[in-house]
């Protein structure tokens, strides 16, 4: 009977034991359910989150990207160093950016983006949050490539009242087709500068040369660039020593054909040690000849370079329909022709020390830029009346000379003799303004009657067979005006210019007031006493009244700077204020000497002006030898010391701008080198 009840009992504990072990693996399994429940949820708020997320940035990039369009009545506004750019797959014109000096002496710089349609003779602005800064100077070219591209690199930004200048490096593209800019950056890209230029071949974009000016001089470069538009890179183009390539230079032409590119002109400043810096115009012509290398080997890499460049320079041809010396004068180019087209420009002579003669032009210009390459006439044609004698009058075209046998329409001309010699080179004259003939020989078909006034760095444009002329920049003694007027003429007829709008600029007849309008009263006796200050900037009239000008100068100038004072931080004041005393060429050289320069370390100062230092201590101590240079040094570490705050803002001024470390430093490196005072569009 024991045995029967030991049994029953372990039947008991085994029923037990199975439902507790189910009772474990329901709770088990609903563990699972919540645990694969709970999983799921939170996948559902992530992807939520995820979606949310994305729709915010989604929002943001369309806010940062919205286009406004707008329709304006007429051209931007007056401005110069803008760019005028034909549409590379419509007939449209794009004016991007440009500058505007007020009579109150304040730069304005614009970042704006116009559109010109000859057929509806109407301008569209465009208006994005996400653009380039203000600038000027800047380069501008056209790809047809994706719908449509617009890049742009670098330019210039100034301080209000011109007491720095900031250079960009930045590199932008715009969309044509969506109207919305793209910043490109790479890590590899050209320095800072301004006043280069940019051709576009095949896909490559071709940079070449521009300034910057760090605030002690002003540096011109000659370097070359290539942008890879389908890979997206920079690279520098390097030439042996003894190949053959442009000087440094500015401002120049810069015009793309299907075997390479044509360089023509520009300017430069040349720095000579204790001396004042003197502008050179530059006439040289060169072409980069580019070569694709389409033969690749079939195993292995290729090593080679996919693109040969060679600069080739050009001789000079018969000078007989070639422009005078000048600068300010791009080339537009004339693709149907395959010619380039020059307007306008100035040329300047020194004629003294503080003196500065200029001629302002407005002749037209061609250059075939096939083969050797060759000037031809650009003469507007007078049209033929039908019956009647024509009255006999003088066309006064003073910048080429007289001749019917060649214009433009004769391409198959040459500049030689019939028995193949080359004609004697006729030196052009400089062209100067015209003055209106009286009433009774005035010819109200005469084309000379439609010529714009004179000016240089006008942005000029062609669209298939017409040429476009906006803006520019004048002078009438010391004054400088901005125009805003705008003009057309076919190049394939050119018969006259066609005003699409007017100046409204009022240029009195024998204006030589000064910038400052103070000089009202003043009246030029003797034109022969009458010079143009190159430091100043003023006109001088007569030596009696020389001090009451400078006087008026100074005060105007002090007027200023209590006004920028008030507006600026004050470290940053006395940065601008040192940026613009560096330039000085009338600084002594102990001032020179004592002063350190931005981007210059202590070491680089010292070694620069040891000796002036070993002077100072030797008047002030009884120190001899190894001693006197270490009191020499401490001399000129307090100094450093003392200039340091303002040497950082300056080089904090100049990182904004776009230099880096190493800029600065061949900035030093370079010396302190004065300004010519000449006006700042001549760079």
């Not at 949820?41 to 286009?67: G, N, T, Y």
């Not at 390479?260 to 980069?288: A, N, Q």
Request: proline residues 5%; charged residues 35%; negative net charge.
């Amino acid at each position: 009977m024991a045995k029967k009840k030991s049994g029953g009992k372990d039947s008991s504990k085994a029923s037990l034991k199975a439902a507790k072990k189910a009772k474990a693996a329901q709770k088990v399994e609903r563990k699972e359910k919540k645990k694969v429940s709970k999983t799921k949820d939170e996948f559902d708020d992530d992807d939520q989150d995820l979606e949310s997320i994305l729709d915010k940035i989604q929002r943001e990039w369309e806010e940062a990207h919205k286009v406004t369009e707008e329709l304006v009545e007429g051209p931007p506004s007056r401005r110069a160093n803008a760019t005028l750019t034909p549409c590379p797959n419509g007939n449209h014109l794009w004016c991007i950016g440009g500058e505007f000096f007020s009579d109150d002496g304040k730069a304005h710089f614009y970042s704006d983006v116009y559109r010109y349609s000859p057929e509806k003779n109407e301008w569209r602005k465009f208006v994005s949050p996400t653009c380039p800064g203000p600038r000027s100077a800047h380069a501008v070219v056209a790809s047809p490539a994706g719908g449509g591209k617009l890049y742009l690199f670098g330019g210039e930004f100034s301080s209000l009242y011109q007491n720095s200048f900031h250079h960009y490096r930045d590199f932008w593209c715009f969309d044509i087709s969506t109207h919305t800019w793209e910043r490109i950056d790479t890590k590899i890209r050209p320095s800072a500068r301004s006043g280069h230029r940019m051709a576009m071949w095949k896909h490559y974009i071709v940079l070449f040369g521009g300034f910057y000016d760090p605030g002690i001089k002003t540096n011109y470069l000659n370097d070359l660039w290539l942008f890879d538009t389908q890979e997206y890179k920079w690279r520098q183009v390097e030439f042996k020593e003894t190949e053959r390539k442009p000087s440094p230079r500015s401002g120049f032409s810069f015009l793309s054909t299907p075997e390479g590119i044509l360089l023509h002109g520009g300017y430069c400043k040349e720095y000579v040690k204790g001396s004042r810096p003197v502008g050179v115009m530059l006439d040289d012509t060169w072409f980069l000849r580019m070569t694709l290398n389409s033969e690749t080997p079939t195993t292995g890499k290729s090593t080679a370079d996919p693109l040969t460049l060679k600069w080739e320079k050009r001789k000079k041809t018969s000078t007989a329909y070639a422009p005078s010396l000048r600068s300010g004068c791009t080339m537009a180019l004339w693709s149907n022709k395959n010619t380039g087209i020059l307007f306008g420009g100035v040329t300047d002579e020194d004629t003294g020390e503080e003196t500065l003669e200029s001629v302002f032009h407005n002749d037209l210009y061609g250059y075939q830029i096939t083969g050797n390459g060759r000037w031809v006439s650009m003469n507007l044609k007078r049209p033929k009346k039908k019956g009647g004698a024509q009255k006999k009058r003088v066309v006064v075209q003073p910048t080429r000379p007289e001749s019917d046998e060649e214009d433009y329409g004769n391409e198959g001309e040459s500049d030689e003799d019939e028995d193949g010699n080359e004609k004697p080179a006729k030196k052009s004259k400089p062209a100067k303004e015209t003055s209106p003939a009286p009433d009774d020989e005035i010819d109200p078909d005469d084309p000379q009657r439609t010529v714009p006034l004179p000016r240089y760095n006008a942005m000029l444009a062609v669209l298939r067979n017409t040429l476009y002329i906006y803006g520019g920049i004048y002078e009438k003694g010391s004054r400088e005006y901005t125009l805003d007027d705008f003009y057309s003429l076919q190049l394939d007829k050119l018969d006259r210019y066609v005003c699409l709008k007017a100046s409204e600029i009022v240029i009195a007849e024998g204006d030589e007031e000064s910038s400052s309008d103070e000089d009202d009263d003043d009246e030029d006796d003797d034109d022969d006493d009458e010079t143009v200050n190159d430091n100043e900037s003023v006109t001088v009239v007569g030596e009696d009244e020389e001090k009451q000008v400078e006087v008026l100068e100074t005060i105007q100038e002090e007027e200023k700077v209590s006004v920028n004072l008030l507006l600026m931080d004050s470290l940053r004041v006395q940065a601008a204020a040192f940026m613009g005393v560096a330039k000085d060429s009338t600084r002594s050289a102990e001032d020179v000497l004592s002063t350190p320069l931005p981007g210059e370390t202590l070491a680089m100062f010292y070694a620069r002006s040891r000796e002036y230092w070993a002077q100072k201590a030797f008047g002030t101590s009884d120190s001899r030898g190894k001693q006197l240079r270490r009191d020499g040094f401490t001399l000129a570490e307090e100094r450093y010391a003392e200039y340091k705050p303002i040497l950082e803002e300056v080089e904090r001024i100049l990182a904004e701008a776009g230099l880096d470390e190493e800029e600065m430093r061949k900035g030093a490196a370079a010396g302190p080198q004065g300004a010519s005072g000449q006006s700042r569009n001549r760079r």
